[in-house]
């Protein structure tokens, strides 16, 4: 639950593999006072995505439905003050392998943020069908597969050279299909 979500917070508050709950705690703390957003409604919450066991959570009796919709507003407060101190870019990638949890979170923050400096980037599968609907600040871009010379130009670009043998140029297109993103991983 919330995979991409946690993956952005952990980067926001520079939380690293090593960090253990006290080091976690202590990051997220220092950045909600930053962010000048109230610890007490917020920190408990984020602490619960970040799997920390001392997160105060407990103490506060609640449903399932009520601790989400409070994670959601912790999340949501979190990017909106964010936004009031720089421009927030946020790119989620492969969005047709998001979890419930997370694109729940996305389409709360999409109804909140008009107005806001929040700059959102997804990336997606056109087969992936989104639920928050049309919004007059949502734009869609379709990539197409690139031709077999757009192909070979990015090949040259990438491997810096423009010769290279005729059985790796068909077998890069054989390979790659045009896809950008595979390209890029030579």
């Not at 507003?73 to 870019?89: C, F, M, N, Q």
């Not at 869609?140 to 070979?152: D, F, I, Y």
């Not at 040259?156 to 390979?175: A, P």
């Amino acid at each position: 639950m919330y995979h991409p979500v946690i993956d952005i917070m952990k980067a926001n508050f520079d939380i690293i593999a090593k960090d253990g709950e006290l080091e976690i705690k202590e990051k997220v703390k220092k950045g909600l006072e930053i962010l000048e957003t109230d610890e007490t409604s917020t920190l408990p919450y984020l602490l619960e995505l970040l799997s920390v066991k001392d997160r105060g959570i407990d103490k506060t009796p609640s449903s399932p439905e009520a601790r989400k919709d409070r994670i959601l507003g912790a999340l949501k407060r979190i990017v909106l003050h964010g936004s009031e101190i720089r421009p927030l870019i946020m790119a989620y990638e492969n969005l047709h392998w998001i979890d419930r949890s997370s694109e729940e979170h996305l389409k709360d923050l999409l109804d909140n943020i008009s107005g806001a400096k929040v700059f959102l980037i997804f990336t997606y599968r056109p087969e992936f069908v989104h639920t928050w609907g049309g919004k007059s600040y949502h734009n869609h871009v379709n990539l197409n597969r690139l031709s077999n010379r757009e192909t070979l130009i990015m090949v040259s670009h990438l491997l810096g050279t423009e010769e290279f043998d005729k059985e790796i140029e068909q077998l890069v297109l054989e390979k790659t299909e045009g896809i950008p993103f595979l390209l890029s991983s030579l």
